[in-house]
């Protein structure tokens, strides 16, 4: 079964505190995965894709085999990350997107 | 540049109406893809369209859902005889080239209510 699990529905933290927001997948195969952002009243973008190791924003996000995870990453978070970060894994035919539930992020001062 | 747009933005519906949700996609794009999002829950994909092809209408929960994209740029999605769990928001996104081609944004959404 595909599957992406986001433990978490609330994650609070203090300015310039670390960020690790959970993501675990069951896929068979070689995944291909994404973490997709919301700020409030804004659309949902992309933030980060794994195949490009890329840091957006100073997120960065390690694909864990082994653990089957693809947790996203912030050593020192700042206010305006504040937002719904989705986790979303590509199904097996290639065609879409599947989501987790979500987890927001709220950075306070 | 302007985005993908959905209108209309909100929707109230009575059970057993049929309602029609429209989705602009950026221009020239080739796939374009709906996603329900039901409230507190993450999107889930309904239909993906290359062009003018449906290729992919696995995620549509019944035969009470149809999409169309005729021309191969505006899609319809049309939902008849509403019941109240089909109350969600309706996400669309377009991308540039095939499937592969992973939407950067999603439009704004329609807010659909069924009462």
């Known amino acids: 079964a595909q599957r992406v699990t986001q433990p978490e529905k609330l994650l609070s933290v203090f300015k310039g505190a670390p960020v690790e927001l959970k993501c675990n997948y069951s896929y068979s195969g070689s995944p291909e995965l994404f973490w997709y952002v919301q700020y409030s009243r804004q659309r949902l973008q992309l933030l980060l894709r794994?195949?490009s190791r890329e840091s957006i924003k100073g997120f960065t996000a390690d694909l864990n085999k082994g653990e089957t995870s693809f947790h996203l990453k912030k050593p020192f978070a700042q206010e305006e990350d504040s937002a719904m970060y989705y986790c979303a894994l590509a199904n097996q035919a290639g065609t879409a997107l599947i989501f987790g539930k979500g987890t927001t992020l709220s950075v306070s001062s | 540049g302007a985005g993908v747009s959905q209108s209309p933005r909100y929707k109230v519906a009575k059970r057993g109406q049929d309602v029609a949700l429209r989705c602009d996609p950026i221009s020239g794009h080739v796939s374009l893809f709906w996603y329900q999002q039901a409230l507190g829950q993450g999107p889930e994909f309904l239909t993906y369209f290359q062009n003018e092809a449906q290729l992919d209408k696995s995620g549509l929960p019944s035969d009470r859902f149809f999409a169309e994209r005729p021309e191969g740029s505006v899609s319809t999605l049309k939902i008849q005889r509403t019941q109240q769990e089909d109350s969600a928001v309706y996400l669309c996104?377009?991308?540039?080239?095939?499937?592969?081609?992973?939407?950067?944004?999603f439009g704004p959404g329609t807010r659909l209510t069924v009462t």
């Open positions: 996104a377009s991308s540039l080239d095939d499937a592969a081609d992973r939407p950067r944004s």
């Open positions: 794994h195949i």
